[in-house]
């Protein structure tokens, strides 16, 4: 008996739209903190001028790039999918990874909002599996989406006959 190969998709859902907003948030923070600091450096220091513009230069840039441009880039590859025999996910921006976890496999499915993700109504699904490579999680999801995926979870792998241990 011969088998045909499995063709394994990309998993087509995205993150929320509103996922770059958080990420650009996040990275911004410790971007504020060190714009904070160059200024109190200039302030205190005026002398050096060559070397405040070098260090604005490189804050910039840093800024444009974490701030302005990775988010965007993660939410190009970031996506999702579950189905009644696995969770799919694709994440990174630089090095970009695929996990599969199955759904016989699963032991757990938790959501966490952190305080930027209830600002903006997001939600994370982590779903931790009995795998050395950790939990799979999915994140920048709207909230109803989360509880949705957490609930679809539960009821797939109620139905499993196997225990994921």
């Known amino acids: 008996m011969e088998y045909a190969p499995l063709v394994l998709a990309d998993p087509e859902h995205r993150p929320s739209a509103k996922a770059p907003l958080l990420w650009a948030a996040s990275a911004a923070l410790p971007w504020l903190v060190l714009v904070v600091a160059q200024v109190a450096w200039w302030v205190t220091d005026p002398a050096s001028g060559w070397l405040h513009a ?12 974490f701030v302005g441009v990775v988010p965007v880039w993660r939410y190009r590859v970031h996506r999702w999918a579950v189905d009644a025999r696995a969770v799919y996910t694709r994440t990174g921006w630089l090095t970009q990874e ?68």
């Open 54 to 65: 070098v260090a604005a230069a490189g804050t910039v840039l840093g800024i444009v790039l």
């Open 98 to 165: 695929r996990r599969i976890a199955p759904i016989s496999r699963v032991q757990t499915v938790d959501t966490q909002r952190g305080p930027l993700d209830r600002m903006f109504g997001l939600s994370s699904v982590t779903v931790t599996t009995a795998s050395s490579a950790g939990a799979v999680r999915i994140v920048a999801l709207d909230a109803p989406v989360a509880e949705r995926i957490v609930a679809q979870l539960t009821d797939i792998a109620a139905l499993g006959e196997q225990d994921a241990t």
